[in-house]
């Protein structure tokens, strides 16, 4: 299975529409977490049953029916958990982002039930930090709240709460994420290369 | 000439790609996954209309069940088309066989076709428009598979900052274009 060493969004761009659509504020952004975990969770589990050897795309198919299998609950706990928040199509939507974030992170049925589980929730971790932190520069960006508390008298440019600017947000982040990574990397060497030098 | 100009100016207003962003991290992903953009829209974009009709003509029994359905049938009806076109690709020659099972994966199970299945119903009276509109809207994601196939060597070239390389700038050149349409659609009203 993939180690989840590098963030699904900010290092693949995978689900981006509803990352782009719905993370324009934290509580769309917080709800939309809370979503994916629970649509990804039991998709992800439920999939590590299916045999090895299956052909792929039927493995694909399965991917893809068992997600909308496990959405119906969950898009009723939605309705009923948080209906002021309203995240449109983007819900129903994660029954196919899904399965690019399940690709991605290669579960295979040899591994045990607590690795899996154990790397499932890093991944999620990553997801969910990526996309908190889409949602809290949009809305501190765009209408200058927080978590809808007025903290700026407005925001910098409402046009952030639109998808256009949301994907070119994202491309930022990626390349500032890409950035800082071959820095660090680069800090490393160069600490490394002096204890060499050192010794 | 007037018609052709508008049906144009309706692909690009209701493309999933630039309004939505569906169907983008196939699309700007491509070289990873190791399959040919333009081919995996191509794909994406049969599928669309197919499930706009799909998408209209199970609205009446999604209405008496339970919209939570929605999902499922809708993917059971792109599935069996997918099934379909795969069980075709077998019999192609295998020059072709790759290319076109490797795209087939992404190219069916794209958000943009899902998202056109799900905004069939709020658009669509009739099922001409369902057609017109999945029509227009694989049509508009062939449109921006296309733009990011002529940009993608440059944007993946040498010349672009190792940072901003690949799927970064694809993103924001994407998202420029995106704030073009919006634009328009936001002068029409």
């Known amino acids: ?199 | 000439m007037m018609n052709l100009l508008t049906e144009f100016y309706l692909c690009v207003t209701t493309n999933m790609v630039l309004t939505y962003g569906m169907g983008l991290s196939v699309t700007v992903n491509a070289e990873r996954m190791g399959i040919r953009r333009v081919l995996s829209c191509l794909l994406t974009a049969g599928f669309c209309a197919f499930s706009a009709c799909a998408a209209f003509w199970a609205e009446p029994y999604v209405y008496a069940l339970s919209k939570f359905l929605r999902p499922l049938i809708y993917i059971a009806a792109i599935g069996l088309l997918y099934a379909v076109l795969l069980g075709t690709a077998k019999i192609l020659p295998e020059r072709y066989r790759k290319p076109m099972t490797d795209a087939l994966h992404p190219g069916a199970f794209s958000g943009a076709v899902m998202g056109v299945s799900l905004l069939t119903n709020e658009t669509a009276g009739t099922i001409w428009n369902a057609v017109q509109f999945g029509l227009r809207s694989g049509v508009g994601v062939l449109l921006v598979g296309m733009m990011l196939e002529a940009a993608a060597p440059k944007l993946s070239s040498k010349d672009c900052p190792s940072a901003v390389r690949g799927w970064p700038a694809m993103l924001i050149y994407i998202g420029i274009l995106s704030c073009a349409v919006f634009c328009m659609t936001q002068t029409n009203g």
């Open chain 1, 1 to 199: 299975m993939r180690k989840p060493r590098q963030n699904a969004i900010w290092q693949y761009a995978l689900m981006t529409a509803p990352v782009i659509v719905c993370t324009n504020s934290l509580w769309n952004g917080l709800v939309l977490c809370f979503m994916i975990d629970l649509m990804l969770i039991p998709t992800a589990l439920f999939c590590r049953l299916l045999p090895k050897r299956m052909p792929y795309g039927l493995r694909i198919l399965s991917y893809s029916l068992t997600a909308a299998l496990v959405y119906i609950p969950i898009g009723m706990a939605a309705e009923f958990l948080f209906p002021a928040v309203s995240l449109g199509i983007c819900l129903p939507l994660l029954t196919m982002s899904v399965i690019l974030m399940l690709r991605h992170a290669d579960f295979s049925s040899e591994e045990k039930l607590l690795q899996c589980l154990s790397v499932l929730i890093r991944h999620i971790l990553c997801l969910d930090i990526g996309m908190l932190v889409m949602s809290m520069i949009r809305e501190i960006l765009g209408t200058g709240t927080f978590f809808g508390i007025q903290i700026q008298k407005t925001g910098m440019l409402s046009s952030f709460g639109t998808p256009a600017l949301g994907m070119i947000l994202l491309g930022c982040l990626g390349a500032l994420g890409r950035y800082s990574k071959a820095r660090i990397r680069w800090l490393q060497k160069e600490v490394s290369g002096d204890d060499e030098s050192a010794d």
